[in-house]
């Protein structure tokens, strides 16, 4: 297979830990005979120190001509006090929005070595903790109309939620699609004990999982999902909720997993180009001293291969590898509980060798 990767370095530790992340892909291309080529972009603070724009037109054309884009992240103190419209982060949204993608999807999977940094009770992690969160992104209260009016002497705040069908279908979709590709059990999130929006939620759902009869849809409010993420996290495959509240409960996900640079995300939109990127920021603090967790960036290239370009076997064999590392007693500093450890560069070798065929 032949695929075009829109490659983002940006700042801080990103192009140490994308580095890692493309030697990683080229090793495993060898090992399947596939050939994947990178194009690169600047976006963030790199990009406006070269072009003055945290994401030139040309820059955004580029990703929309790749088959996928991997990006490691952008953003930090040096340009603080850029104007508004130029922060690195404005690129990122506008990346987002020109890729037209309304789904983002964080694992959260406690990594059966790392149990220790998880602040669940041991016996709820040795359950075995892997699954995803699935939130619709670009819609829902936090894009809905916002204002404060006056009001009998006193101010009332005013955000309103709406969502239309086709936009629950969307994303439905996406869930679904996900849960096809892992364990097939998809749990639908919403609050329609109170709210219009979640029944209609609800209902586009079950209309959706006609058409999905290999995936076991269950329903739950989102109160009650809040506890059973901390309870009993390992009763969930794929989770799929509404903006708001996929922003919580991805938030809560990745605090149980212990480590903020171990975690991949996706977003997706309609077609299978994504935008892969670790959840972590640029990390300035440990930016350029070989101190990186590489991981989060890596799994994200094995997301890519399995979301987008569907080479789960492939995917299979980097988690395998990150896998083998761990068991090797292999640690980056911020894994390493203040014991021994590794540098970003020699951890993405380490993973490197240990890529076998299943
Ligand atoms: P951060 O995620 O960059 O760092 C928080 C803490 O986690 C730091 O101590 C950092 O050293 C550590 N950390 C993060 N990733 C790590 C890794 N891979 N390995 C080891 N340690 C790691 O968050 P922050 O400090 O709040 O933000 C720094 C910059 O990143 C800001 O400019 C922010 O706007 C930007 N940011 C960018 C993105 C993105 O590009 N998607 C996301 C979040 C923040």
Redesign the pocket.
């Given at each position: 297979m032949k695929k075009n990767i829109a490659v983002i370095r940006?700042?801080?530790?990103?192009p140490e830990?994308v580095n890692e992340a493309i030697a990683v892909l080229d090793a495993v291309a060898a090992l399947y005979g596939h050939t994947f080529t990178y194009t690169d972009v600047d976006m963030?603070g790199a990009a406006y120190d070269k072009w003055g724009d945290p994401l030139p037109q040309e820059m955004l054309q580029r990703c929309l001509d790749s088959d996928s884009v991997l990006?490691?992240?952008?953003?930090?103190?040096k340009?603080d006090g850029v104007p508004g419209d130029k922060r690195?982060?404005k690129g990122?949204l506008r990346l987002r929005a020109g890729m037209g993608v309304y789904s983002n999807n964080r694992p959260a999977k406690i990594w059966p070595q790392l149990a220790a940094a998880s602040p669940l009770k041991r016996e709820v992690v040795d359950k075995g903790i892997d699954f995803i969160i699935v939130r619709e992104l670009i819609g829902g209260i936090y894009f809905g109309e916002h204002r404060t009016v006056e009001e009998n002497g006193q101010r009332r705040g005013i955000d309103t939620m709406t969502y239309t069908e086709s936009e629950i279908r969307r994303i439905g979709r996406i869930g679904f699609e996900t849960a096809r590709k892992r364990g097939k059990r998809l749990c639908s999130v919403e609050k329609s004990n109170v709210l219009d929006c979640s029944r209609l939620w609800k209902a586009v759902m079950h209309d959706l999982a006609k058409e999905y009869p290999d995936v076991e849809l269950s329903d739950m409010l989102v109160d009650n999902c809040a506890m059973q993420i901390v309870k009993d996290p390992a009763q969930f495959d794929v989770i799929v909720t509404e903006n708001m509240f996929g922003d919580i409960l991805s938030d809560e996900a990745s605090m149980i997993t212990g480590s903020?640079?171990?975690i991949p995300s996706s977003s997706l939109g309609d077609g299978t180009r994504g935008l892969y990127?670790?959840?972590?920021?640029?990390?300035?603090?440990?930016a350029g001293k070989d101190?990186?967790?590489?991981?989060?960036?890596i799994l994200s290239a094995a997301m890519m291969l399995r979301f987008s370009f569907d080479l789960p076997a492939e995917a299979d064999c980097i988690e395998r590898a990150v896998s083998a590392v761990l068991d090797a007693g292999c640690r980056?500093?911020?894994i390493a509980d203040g014991g021994p450890h590794i540098g970003?560069r020699e951890m993405g070798r380490r993973i490197r060798e240990n890529l076998t065929k299943g």
């Open positions: 940006g700042d801080g530790i990103g830990i963030g990006l490691g992240a952008v953003g930090g103190p340009w690195p982060e990122l903020i640079g171990m990127e670790p959840i972590h920021g640029s990390a300035p603090d440990i101190l990186a967790d590489p991981i989060g960036t980056t500093a911020d970003c």
